[in-house]
């Protein structure tokens, strides 16, 4: 059974940084892509990024490139989101999410086991 444990969110002013965690067991598939989505209240999954294990490939959504970076420390089976310069429209509820690859997580996509998420709440 696929287990993903985030943690690391909080409340931040605007511009200030934070580094989510992910702790992943049990995935059933090698290859794979792991990374985040959010959910803001009201509106739909938004996927963050990705890091594919094929070919160590990472992706980001247009919002939040130059400032989020993704990472995985593959002896702790741990998956890291870097925030820098956060945002108030960067508020949310960011899941952990892996799935055969990163084309269904980028897109947002319902896809894959994700964990319960952490609320990262930006304040102006």
């Known amino acids: 059974e696929v287990q993903l444990v985030e943690s690391g969110g909080g409340l931040v002013q605007a511009g200030g940084s934070l580094r989510l965690s992910c702790a992943a067991s049990g995935l059933a598939f090698d290859p794979y892509g792991i990374g985040w989505f959010r959910q803001a209240p009201g509106k739909e999954r938004e996927g963050v990024s990705c890091?594919?294990?094929?070919?160590?490939?990472?992706y980001y959504a247009d919002s939040v490139k130059g400032r989020f970076t993704i990472s995985r420390d593959n002896a702790k089976n741990t998956v890291y989101l870097e925030m820098n310069s956060l945002r108030p429209e960067d508020t949310a509820v960011y899941h952990c999410?892996?799935?055969?690859?990163?084309?269904?997580?980028?897109?947002?996509?319902?896809?894959?086991?994700w964990g319960k998420g952490t609320q990262v709440t930006v304040s102006s």
């Open positions: 890091i594919s294990t094929y070919d160590e490939k990472s």
């Open positions: 999410v892996t799935d055969i690859g990163c084309a269904r997580i980028i897109l947002g996509l319902n896809f894959g086991s």
